[in-house]
Structures are given as C-alpha cells and as structure tokens.
C-alpha cells in the first residue's frame, strides 16, 4: 500500500514531532487538535525546530520550507477522510482516545490504517474502538520525535500482517529504526524507563536526595543524558502518571504504585515543562528545583 498522506491527531509535544518528522520525509500531513489556537502554536513550534536544525546544520533552508509547507492543521476530523495512515497522538487518556476513534472511523475509507502513539494503553483493547481492528497498531514514537532514533511497533491480537508490514515500511521511511514489542502495558521503553523514574521520584519523597542530587547522580553516576527528575519534566509529568497507573493496574503488582508525590504535582497542575513548573520551575532564565 502506497503511503502519501499523513493524519496526526492530537498537536502537542508528540504531534508537533510526528507531523515533523513526516513532512520531512516527503509526506503530506495534516495536523488535528482542539482547536484552532492549539494548532496555531503547534506550527510556530514545528517552525522553531526546524529552524533551531537549520542552524545547527541538520537541515537545509529548501527542506524546511517545503516540509512546513506540507503540513496543513485542520480543525475536523472530516478531513482526514484524505488520510492513507491516520496516527492518534491525543492526551494519554482512554477516554479522550476512544471518543477520537468513535467519531474519526466513519469520516475513513475502509483502506485507511490506524496507530496509535500510545505510551502505555492497551492497543488490543484500543483497536476494539475502532471499527478496523485488523487495521490498528501502536507506533510509539520517543520524545522528541525529531532526533530519537527509535519507535516502538505494538500489535494488537487482529492487527493483520499487511498493517504490520505497510507500518514497518512506512516507519523505515522516516529514518527510524524499529523494535518490535508485544501489547502488554507500557510496551519495552516505559516499561524500564517509567519505574526508574518513578524511583527517583520515591527517592525525592523519603528525602533520600534533593532534586539536585537525585539528577547529579544519575547524569555523573551512571551516565545518563538527563536526570530522571529533569526527563520526567521533560516527558510531561500527566503522562508519566498515567503509564505507572497504567503499570500497576495492567500487571497488579504494587512495585509499580505511583508515588504520591508524583500525584501530589499532577494535582497541582505542575506537569513539567509544558507548564513551565515540575521538578523544575522554567519561567526563569534557568530551571530552578521546586523541592
Ligand atoms: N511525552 C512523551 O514523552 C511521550 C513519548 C511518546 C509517546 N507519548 C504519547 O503521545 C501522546 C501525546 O502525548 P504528548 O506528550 O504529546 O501530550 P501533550 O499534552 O503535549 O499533547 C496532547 C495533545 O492532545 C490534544 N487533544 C486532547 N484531546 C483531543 C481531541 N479530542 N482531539 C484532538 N486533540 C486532542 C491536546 O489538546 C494536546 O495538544 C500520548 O498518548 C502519550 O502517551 C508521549
């Protein structure tokens, strides 16, 4: 199946990345979320970033002017009706992500492949919502989309070898290289990567370490890029709540309880960095610890 457009649905830190990273590669796209001021943003952002490669010579002027030019926001889901592969990057909520697929299926010729950039949920039980199960798989792009090289490939228990084949080629496409993981929660990355940080996060909380120390000792100690309290900011610290949620309640095993600090934040509206205040507090010319 040949691949020439791209819906993306949902335009915040993922979105921006994914419609980035399509256009880039030669691919239409059209970009879908809330409203008209969200999708404002996500473009002077997927403009900013390009722009920031431009300057750092990982691209040129030419591909970023056409790559923008190929990226139209649409305020409906009718429009993807267009759509070769439609991938659903909305909010981490099973709520928010079945009412999408509810009222997106109709709009779709039945040819048309669903994924789902998913950090944690269920992708057997998200095809279920769909009216094309055979058509649905999770394709789990990392944060940010533009430089990580990885993404994930999840089949649910329907998802037919010809979805799973177009999404291989389609992902190669990109640059990206693949792992392929089976549908349990949280998949291979998060799976490892979301304890830890919810360690650190327990670790904060009993007072082991301040913020500081928790995220020196991991970049010096074992030489991590960031530290886990600085990544969770960096991750969003709803989404990182919702895949230990999602953890602890998919295997029922208590080691992966969400700490209640990490609660405590999200109920305060402190998400990380796209609220300005997490870990950190980022209105500042520098991130200042907020513990
Ligand atoms: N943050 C990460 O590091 C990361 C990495 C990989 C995958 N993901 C996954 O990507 C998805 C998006 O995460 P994010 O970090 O971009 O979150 P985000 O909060 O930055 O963006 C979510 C966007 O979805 C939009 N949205 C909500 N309801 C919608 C609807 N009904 N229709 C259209 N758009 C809607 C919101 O307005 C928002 O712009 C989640 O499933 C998340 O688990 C996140």
């Not at 403009?47 to 920031?52: D, E, L, P």
């Not at 949920?121 to 944060?143: C, Q, W, Y």
Request: proline share 5%.
């Amino acid at each position: 199946m040949e691949i020439r457009k791209v819906g993306i649905i949902g335009a915040g830190q993922m979105g921006t990345g994914i419609a980035h990273v399509c256009a880039v590669a030669g691919y239409d796209v059209l970009l879908n979320d809330v409203s008209e001021d969200v999708l404002k943003n996500a473009l002077a952002t997927i403009n900013g970033n390009m722009a920031r490669l431009v300057r750092k010579g990982k691209l040129d002027e030419e591909t970023r002017k056409s790559a923008l030019e190929r990226i139209r926001p649409v305020a409906d889901l009718s429009a993807m009706a267009e759509c070769d592969i439609v991938i659903e990057s909305a909010t981490e909520d099973e709520d928010i992500k079945r009412a999408i697929f509810a009222e997106l299926c109709p709009h779709l010729p039945p040819a048309t492949l669903i994924g789902t950039n998913t950090s944690s949920l269920s992708i057997t039980r998200l095809a279920a919502a769909t009216d094309r199960p055979e058509k649905f798989m999770g394709v789990h792009f990392m944060n940010p989309a533009p430089l990580m090289e990885l993404v994930e490939l999840i089949r649910g228990i329907a998802t037919d070898d010809s979805t799973f084949e177009t999404f291989k080629a389609f992902v190669t496409s990109l640059g990206k290289t693949i792992a392929v993981a089976e549908d349990f929660p949280a998949f291979i990355v998060n799976r490892i990567l979301l304890p830890m940080i919810n360690e650190a996060i327990y670790t904060l909380y009993e007072g082991v370490g301040t913020v500081e120390a928790i995220d020196t000792a991991m970049k010096l100690g074992a030489h991590h890029p960031m530290g886990p309290l600085e990544l969770a900011d960096f991750i969003g610290l709803d989404t990182c709540l919702s895949v230990m949620q999602v953890l602890y309640e998919g295997l029922a095993d208590s080691k992966y309880r969400p700490c209640p600090l990490l609660v405590k934040y999200v109920e305060a509206g402190w998400l990380g960095r796209k609220t300005k205040r997490g870990f950190y507090d980022y209105r500042g010319e520098k991130p200042v610890p907020t513990r």
